[in-house]
């Protein structure tokens, strides 16, 4: 067990409310995540407006793949104080910029004074019916959205003092919220790609306790690339029309991987958090 999960571990044994990408109480879901320099970004890699945007969609992400609507945010920044005024706009802004495309109040939090540029991000959001993580069958297909393996390509990219181009991931982060609004019904399971593919199924595994049969070789290069925001899914294998339909009408990239089965799942990459 990684230090991630044996931390976790310590509390999800008092509650069943950890889990999934959000806590889902009483039809609001909560969720949040920490978004720091030097561990998430560095600070000559964006701006900061898009510091500030990035730090919130990936917040986003986790409502979006619980199948809920976004309501609140609660910001807490501390903030470098060698940041002039102009630049503090500039953060606010991207904060802002996020709020505003997905109808977002941001309804308070906490600043502080800091050396560097550390940021989290609570959302609160509201479903009638959770996308949980708990649900996958045994002969359920396995699907991802969008082109995996990117990430990791860019974030090497920028370590080795590379730019970000204009499209990069690290910028343009898609969230596929009409995708999954649309195909809730047809879906079992469902989590945002965040710590890699094969991280990502390792939680699916072990909610349900089943593994998986690929249909072809992932590649550790895909397979361990984080930060994807992607989305993971299951559902049985009669829905398969209807979900490559509605795929196609959200113009939403599918790709079908996998099929769940009773057998050991072992995750191939390291922990990205410690």
């Avoid at 890699?196 to 361990?224: E, M, R």
Wanted: include cysteine.
């Amino acid at each position: 067990m990684n230090v991630e999960d044996q931390f976790i571990s310590h509390f999800s044994k008092k509650t069943k409310h950890i889990g999934d990408d959000g806590a889902y109480l009483d039809g609001y879901v909560y969720s949040k995540d920490a978004f720091f320099e030097n561990v998430h970004f560095k600070r000559e890699w964006m701006s900061l407006r898009d510091i500030a945007y990035r730090s919130m969609i990936v917040n986003i992400s986790d409502a979006i793949a619980m199948n809920a609507k976004p309501l609140y945010a609660l910001l807490a920044v501390a903030i470098p104080k060698d940041l002039t005024k102009a630049q503090i706009k500039e953060l606010s802004e991207g904060f802002l910029d996020a709020a505003q495309k997905y109808g977002i109040d941001i309804i308070g939090g906490d600043t502080i004074a800091n050396t560097k540029l550390d940021i989290s991000v609570t959302i609160i959001s509201k479903t009638k019916k959770p996308l949980l993580r708990k649900g996958m069958k045994k002969g359920d297909l396995l699907a991802y959205t969008g082109k995996l393996g990117d990430s990791k390509k860019e974030l090497h990219r920028l370590l080795r003092g590379g730019n970000l181009h204009s499209k990069s991931k690290f910028r343009n982060i898609i969230l596929r919220e009409k995708f999954i609004s649309t195909c809730k019904r047809y879906l079992n399971t469902g989590m945002d790609i965040s710590d890699g593919i094969f991280s990502d199924l390792g939680k699916l595994s072990n909610s349900n306790a089943l593994g998986f049969n690929f249909f072809s070789k992932i590649s550790k290069d895909i397979g361990c690339s984080g930060e994807e925001y992607e989305m993971l899914i299951s559902f049985d294998a009669r829905q398969k029309k209807a979900l490559i339909r509605r795929a196609t009408q959200t113009r939403t990239p599918l790709t079908i991987f996998a099929k769940a089965t009773r057998k050991k799942y072992k995750n191939r990459c390291k922990a990205h958090h410690f």
